[in-house]
Structures are given as structure tokens and as C-alpha cells.
């Protein structure tokens, strides 16, 4: 592989093919398969991955908002899009896009309706939410009457799937409340197919429900995190592959004798001379401040180098005093040695948070 030079992430759809297939492998041939696609893809890319990921013949794709449903038309991916948290201001480009939205509350699924109606839609793609403990976004099981009532109403609308959301489907020690919450989904299942003259999806499982909880598949399971490469459990991790890595180089080297500073605010002070490489990457490309300060290292000619000093905006300087390297050489942030799940729990966050962080100014480089 060609060394970089300069700061990029690489996108690496061999391992989302290898990650598709892995979570292929745990669901029945009959259940269908959700590719969440929101935030970029995670911080990837989402109109590439989405084009992919149709070709490997996904059925369905999630985006959290319109916009982000719009650019994947845009790019002319074809399959059904679910909108996860759409606004009614965006209803009308909803219908333009033929996008489908996700319909929480009664005040939304009645917006819509009349959008709907005026733009004289029939039996229009609907997703209907239900709440069952995340506490967040959703109808409860006591709704159901009235959401039947206003569908069976008119034919502008078509219950296309109902879902729910798992709460802690990667914390085992959740498992009874996670239970709880498949229990409430298959009652409201029931219920909903009773009152309905025609077959619905229903869907449950993100990727830790997928791997942790088969009888949470119902008809079809929305994965994100596991498709970029991360399980959110060492073993699953294991299996799969990390679709990004970060990327940079080496912009200059300092001999830092004892007593002298580095950064902004003195924030580090050699106790001994050490050498320092600065590297063009900062909080602005979200690599946050919470890495610095000796927290976090990246690896420099597969060692270890500690991220030293204050993340500045644009730059960071890592110590390389022990460590064989020049100008110009490679650097390898997270998704190679050090996953995206390690570098980001040295800062006790998630991959999910330090992928989607990626700023847009650092350039996307596919590997095909
Ligand atoms: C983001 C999201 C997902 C994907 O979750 P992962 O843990 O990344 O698989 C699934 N469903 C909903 C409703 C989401 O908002």
C-alpha cells in the first residue's frame, strides 16, 4: 500500500463488503437488511458506501435526516430510503424524494398526512415508531387504535414497517430490560398485523441487537456501527474489519531540551530532552482537545507516539524520542493497530462518536 502524504481518510469498501457479509451470516436468509447510513456514513463516506452496499444487494437504507436522504438520491441510489428523524418542515421534500419517513407522534403522523394529501399521494411509504424504553422517539402501545384509525381513514398512507429501538442491546447486564423491551414490540406486533388487512415489516435490532439477541430480528435489522467495522464487544470486533483509517504525516521534528515548553499554554514541559514530530491534524478535523495532554497515542513506524501538549486546531505533537522516523513519514491515527473503539475510550467516548467526528476538510480516499 502507498504511504500517504497527507492527512486522509481511508475508506476501505473491501472491509464493508467483508462486514456485510459477516452480519449476513448471523441473520436468516428471509430477514431483510437495513444499512444506516446517517452522519456520512459514520464519518466515511455515505454516498459511496451506499452505492456498495446496493450493488451487494442491501434492501433497505436509514438516514437520521432529510438532507441526508436527498444526497443519496442525489448520487442516484434507488433502494427505499427510511428518514429516522424527519422534521415537517421537510415533509414536501420528503414526497419529492420519495424518501419515507419515520412517523413518532401523533402531531407528526397527522403533518405529514396533510402534506401527503395535498400533494395528492396514495398509499405513500410510512414508518411507524413505538417507544418501548428508550424514552426518546415514539408512539406508545396505547396509540395504536387512533394511528390505525387515521391510516384506515383514507389511502394516502401505507404502513410500510413498524420498529422500535433497543436501549443497551451491547450491555449484557441490560439483558432483562432488553427482553422487556422485545416483549412490548411483540405485543405491539401482534396488535398492528390484527388491525391491518396487508403484511409489514417490523425491526428492532442495531448491530449489537443483531448480535446479541436473534430473537430481536423480526423482519428485518438495521446495522451501522457493525457495517463500519465495530461490534462494540472484543470478540465481535474481532470479525469484523474497520472500514476507516486515519491518516497523516510528519511535518517537522523539534529537539525539546529540559524545561522547554510545547504548545499552546505550556501545556507539556520536557523533564528531559525529548524529540517531538508536529503533525497536520487537530480539534478541527475532530481530533478533540480530550485526546491530548498524554492521553492518546498514534503510531509512527508501528511504535507507539503519545499525543503531547494541547491538541491545537490544525496540529498535534506527538513524542517520538524513541522511535526511528523522518519528516514526511507516515502516521497512522486510529483504524489499523489502534481501532477507532481504543483510540476513543482513552477519552472515554465511543467509535461511533470519534468516526462521525471527522471533519468534512479532511479528504476521503477510497480503496476499492
Ligand atoms: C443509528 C441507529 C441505528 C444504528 O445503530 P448501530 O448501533 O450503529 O448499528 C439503528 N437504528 C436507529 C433507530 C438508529 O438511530
Same mark, same amino acid.
Given at each position: ?11 476501505n469498501?473491501?472491509a ?73 418542515v421537510?415533509?414536501?421534500t ?34 411507524i ?16 387504535p387512533?394511528?390505525? #384509525?387515521? %391510516?384506515? &381513514?383514507?389511502?394516502?398512507? $401505507?404502513?410500510?414497517? /413498524?420498529? +422500535? ?18 416483549k ?5 406486533k ?17 448491530? #449489537?441487537? %443483531?448480535? &446479541?439477541?436473534?430473537?430481536? $430480528?423480526?423482519?428485518? /435489522?438495521? +446495522? ?6 465495530y ?12 472500514v ?24 507539556? %514541559? ?19 482537545r ?50 477507532a473503539?481504543?483510540?476513543?475510550k ?23
Amino acid at each position: 500500500m502507498t504511504k500517504t502524504q497527507e492527512t486522509v481518510l481511508e475508506i476501505n469498501l473491501a472491509a464493508l463488503e467483508h462486514n456485510y457479509n459477516f452480519i449476513t451470516s448471523k441473520i436468516k436468509p428471509t430477514t431483510k437488511f437495513l444499512a444506516v447510513t446517517k452522519a456520512f456514513a459514520y464519518g466515511s463516506d455515505a454516498c459511496k458506501i451506499a452505492k456498495k452496499l446496493e450493488k451487494l444487494g442491501i434492501d433497505y437504507f436509514a438516514v437520521a435526516y432529510t438532507k441526508e436522504g436527498v444526497e443519496l438520491r442525489n448520487s442516484g441510489i434507488k433502494t427505499p430510503i427510511l428518514v429516522l428523524h424527519p422534521q415537517a418542515v421537510n415533509f414536501k421534500t420528503i414526497l419529492e424524494y420519495n424518501l419515507e419517513p419515520n412517523l413518532y407522534s401523533e402531531k407528526n403522523l397527522e403533518e405529514f398526512l396533510e402534506v401527503a394529501k395535498q400533494e395528492n399521494k396514495s398509499n405513500y411509504p410510512i414508518h411507524i415508531k413505538f417507544n418501548t424504553g428508550l424514552n426518546r422517539l415514539g408512539f406508545t402501545k396505547e396509540a395504536i387504535p387512533k394511528i390505525i #384509525s387515521i %391510516i384506515k &381513514n383514507n389511502s394516502t398512507l $401505507h404502513i410500510q414497517s /413498524v420498529f +422500535s429501538h433497543l436501549a443497551a442491546s451491547e450491555d449484557l447486564n441490560e439483558k432483562e430490560f432488553t427482553n422487556e423491551q422485545i416483549k412490548q414490540f411483540c405485543e405491539i406486533k401482534e396488535e398492528i398485523e390484527k388491525l391491518l388487512s396487508y403484511p409489514i415489516l417490523t425491526h428492532m435490532a442495531n448491530t #449489537s441487537g %443483531i448480535l &446479541n439477541y436473534p430473537e430481536a $430480528h423480526f423482519s428485518m /435489522v438495521r +446495522s451501522g456501527i457493525g457495517l463500519y467495522g465495530y461490534g462494540n464487544n472484543p470478540d465481535f470486533d474481532k470479525k469484523l474489519k474497520p472500514v476507516a483509517t486515519l491518516k497523516t504525516i510528519i511535518s517537522q521534528k523539534h529537539i525539546l531540551e529540559p524545561g522547554k515548553s510545547i504548545g499552546y499554554n505550556r501545556a507539556f %514541559i520536557a523533564d528531559k530532552t525529548i524529540v517531538t514530530a508536529t503533525l497536520p491534524i487537530g480539534h478541527a478535523d475532530g481530533i478533540g482537545r480530550q485526546y491530548g495532554q498524554g492521553k492518546t497515542f498514534v503510531e509512527v513506524n508501528g511504535k507507539k507516539a503519545l499525543i503531547i501538549g494541547n491538541v491545537c486546531m490544525d496540529m498535534i505533537m506527538i513524542d517520538v524520542t524513541n522511535i526511528d522516523c523522518k519528516e514526511g513519514d507516515e502516521v497512522i491515527i486510529f483504524g489499523s493497530e489502534q481501532s477507532a473503539e481504543d483510540f476513543a475510550k482513552t477519552a472515554n467516548t465511543i467509535s461511533y462518536e470519534l468516526l462521525t467526528g471527522i471533519a468534512s476538510r479532511v479528504k476521503r480516499k477510497l480503496l476499492i
